[in-house]
């Protein structure tokens, strides 16, 4: 599943198309995708990890769920959820969520809990975890209304870098810790992004599916934590649990 960084890359290459006419409409989304056609984009959005294209009245929202993917200027084998043909150029959708949002999309979105966005507020965030005591932190870092775009990935290396174990409780966090989950969440997001677009995204990860920890040279422990179950990678010597 894409997470925050990976969606302001596809935002940031698909700008050559804002202003451009759709001419044509293909794909085999189930939601009305034909009164696309003819409409002219006014502009790409990211939020967490939707990705988001304007039109004058409605913005289509692509959500690439855990095995989708997109292709620029070419296509895959295989047939696209979604298609957009413009005069020169195309974007293809593959095995992702369409949905359509009416009206006015800045209503729609809190843009503040968006860890990659300009209007970002770590405030806001330390609010909503101080009222949630009893969450995992595991699972409160995959809470896509506090940390949008932070996925598994950001998750485990997060927790790696301040030393905390994903089954601590929020509310047994020191407060100075968890400003460090509030602050490495979007710090970490913007490595995330510059080590994707250089290519080194997977020789910079320290804890993610890793086996070893690179600081105490034991064992990491691999389990599926929380409510939300995802795989999560953690040294119990170096990592310490709040209860």
């Not at 405030?123 to 009222?131: I, N, R």
């Not at 598994?152 to 929020?170: A, C, D, Q, T």
């Not at 422990?221 to 179950?229: A, L, S, V």
């Amino acid at each position: 599943m894409p997470e925050g960084p990976s969606i302001v890359i596809l935002k940031e290459l698909v700008q050559p198309f804002i202003g451009k006419k759709i001419v044509e409409v293909g794909g085999n989304s189930k939601m009305d995708i034909q009164r696309i056609a003819g409409q002219s984009v006014n502009d790409f959005k990211s939020w967490g990890k939707h990705f988001l294209i304007c039109f004058d009245h409605f913005t289509v929202r692509i959500h690439f769920m855990l095995f989708g993917s997109y292709r620029i200027n070419e296509q895959k084998e295989t047939m696209p959820r979604l298609s957009l043909q413009f005069q020169e150029g195309e974007l293809n959708f593959y095995a992702c969520s369409v949905q359509f949002i009416e009206g006015d999309v800045n209503e729609i979105y809190d843009w503040s809990s968006d860890v990659m966005s300009d209007n970002w507020s770590s405030d806001k965030a330390k609010d909503k975890l101080e009222k949630q005591p009893t969450t995992l932190v595991c699972d409160a870092l995959l809470d896509q209304d506090i940390f949008a775009g932070v996925g598994n990935i950001i998750k485990n290396e997060v927790l790696f870098r301040i030393r905390v174990h994903p089954e601590s409780l929020v509310g047994t966090l020191p407060a100075n810790t968890r400003d460090e989950v509030i602050a490495q969440a979007r710090i970490y997001s913007f490595d995330f992004l510059e080590w994707k677009k250089n290519y080194v995204l997977k020789k910079n990860w320290l804890a993610h599916s890793k086996k070893i920890c690179p600081r105490c040279n034991i064992p990491f422990i691999k389990k599926y934590c929380g409510k939300t179950k995802r795989r999560t990678f953690f040294c119990t010597n170096c990592q310490l649990l709040y209860q």
